[in-house]
């Protein structure tokens, strides 16, 4: 018992001895890396990434006024525009803007279409209905007015014209010819489409004080500005 004994500790030392010599005991690449787990390089400061910028902070508070347009140290001016008219000839448009001759102001005629007078009619109301305006029609023959006929435009129908005339002075003179003998009548200005003179002017804010002047002494010629300038 004892040499079997001796025997099988003689093969296990053997064992050992053979698997020590031929590697079998030495620790394989999965055993260290199970055994040693993974860990950051060691970095040298001349290898670190340089540190970010500082980040600025948006400045608070009401914003900046913008500064002001300037020319030669002096605010630049502000022009206006108008437009003065209409007028009854050139000859009259040229003397009205002659007032504006001075530096800085610029004046220049246009012509465009528009509604000037061209005749007066005098004429006698239409009145409601059929009935009425024949029965109208019959008392102003019987106070001896034959030169009259009645309207027939959509606009004017009914109204019986009693007189045309180009200048308006006339007109006026027959309705008070008629007035006289108890008829009430109205003028109505008929026009036409002309081409008419106007003033553009345009300057800075003192030319407001001329076209005021202007504008009382020459009240037929009316005075608009224009937004914005053309």
Same mark, same amino acid.
């Given at each position: 018992m004892k040499h079997l004994f001796f025997l099988v500790a003689l093969a296990n030392a053997v064992l050992f001895m053979w698997e020590y010599k031929s590697g079998a005991l030495a620790p394989t690449a999965a055993t260290v890396s199970n055994a040693t787990p993974d860990l950051e390089p060691i970095l040298l400061?001349?290898?670190?990434?340089?540190?970010? &910028?500082?980040?600025?902070?948006?400045?608070?508070?009401?914003? !900046?006024?913008?500064?002001?347009?300037?020319?030669?140290? &002096?605010?630049?001016?502000?022009?206006?525009?108008?437009?003065?008219g209409p007028f009854t000839n050139t000859a009259v448009a040229k003397q009205w803007i002659s007032q504006f001759a001075e530096a800085g102001t610029t004046v220049k005629l246009i012509s465009k279409d528009g509604q000037t007078p061209n005749k007066y009619m005098v004429y006698y109301p239409a009145g409601q209905g059929l009935a009425e305006a024949e029965a109208n029609l019959q008392m102003l023959k019987e106070r001896g007015i034959n030169d009259l006929f009645i309207q027939q435009t959509e606009k004017d129908k009914g109204n019986i014209s009693l007189g045309v005339f180009s200048k308006e002075e006339r007109a006026l003179?027959? !309705?008070?010819?008629?007035?006289? !003998?108890?008829?009430?009548? !109205?003028?109505?200005?008929?026009?036409?489409?002309? &081409?008419?003179?106007? &003033?553009?002017?345009?300057?800075?804010a003192k030319t407001i004080g001329q076209l005021e002047t202007l504008q009382t002494t020459t009240p037929q010629v009316a005075v608009k500005e224009l937004f914005p300038c053309n």
């Open positions: 400061v001349s290898q670190l990434p340089p540190p970010p &910028a500082p980040t600025v902070p948006p400045e608070t508070g009401p914003p !900046k006024p913008v500064a002001q347009a300037e020319t030669n140290g &002096a605010t630049e001016k502000t022009m206006r525009c108008y437009e003065a003179m027959l !309705k008070k010819q008629l007035l006289t !003998k108890g008829i009430e009548t !109205k003028i109505k200005t008929l026009y036409k489409t002309k &081409a008419q003179q106007y &003033a553009l002017i345009e300057s800075d």
